[in-house]
């Protein structure tokens, strides 16, 4: 895609109105994103069937903002406690292929995908929602949360969303680092600039 450029784009200057120079700052030196599903990329639910089976709920606009941050040019990974195949699936479905599940140590996962990748991790975003997730959010050089977190683990982050996990909290944190980076507005120059596959 092209550079970002110095000017920023209005719906750029719009996301950075409301966050301090310091997050943009932080956001901005993002090159490898990590999220927590439970609570973050869903809204933390579990529905169970008669028969045993598990059911998350996603929403579509999270699912987008992953597809337009890796089409930004950043990586992006997924570290979650719990484990199943329907993470897996939608994972899949947005092309991550970076995907870690039953993890309960997930500072040093993320220590490591930071290692694999190539990047300090002063270049790591976490997102997470839950006591899980604080050790890593300490370790990342930008921590993200949503507005449900307990307040001892939205105290921990750089950021929190405006929306809830599982409902707009994944795409407002990717558009902050898209505008935070000068490459939210590459996407609203038409549709045609989005890469191939579906929108999820």
């Given at each position: 895609m092209t550079p970002p450029s110095s000017i920023p784009h209005p719906a750029e200057a719009l996301v950075l109105a409301r966050?301090?120079?310091?997050?943009?700052?932080?956001?901005a030196a993002v090159r490898l994103m990590v999220f927590d599903v439970d609570g973050v990329l869903t809204d933390g639910s579990l529905y169970y069937g008669e028969n045993g089976e598990m059911f998350k709920?996603?929403?579509?606009?999270?699912g987008h903002g992953l597809r337009l941050l890796m089409e930004g040019?950043?990586?992006?990974?997924?570290i979650t406690g719990r484990s199943g195949p329907i993470v897996d699936r939608r994972?899949?479905?947005?092309?991550?292929?970076d995907v870690q599940q039953g993890v309960r140590d997930k500072a040093t996962a993320l220590t490591e995908l930071a290692q694999r990748h190539g990047v300090q991790l002063n270049q790591v975003g976490y997102m997470g929602d839950d006591i899980i997730d604080l050790a890593a959010m300490h370790r990342a050089g930008f921590a993200a949360?949503?507005?449900s977190a307990p307040g001892y683990i939205a105290q921990a982050?750089?950021?929190?969303?405006?929306?809830?996990?599982g409902s707009g909290a994944v795409r407002e944190c990717c558009d902050?680092?898209?505008?935070?980076?000068g490459r939210l507005g590459h996407f609203l120059a038409?549709?045609?600039?989005?890469?191939p596959g579906a929108i999820q």
């Open positions: 966050v301090t120079a310091a997050v943009r700052e932080r956001a709920r996603f929403h579509a606009l999270d040019g950043l990586k992006v990974a997924l994972a899949a479905e947005l092309g991550i292929a949360s949503v507005p982050a750089h950021w929190v969303a405006t929306q809830p996990g902050l680092l898209l505008a935070a980076q038409g549709p045609a600039l989005l890469g």
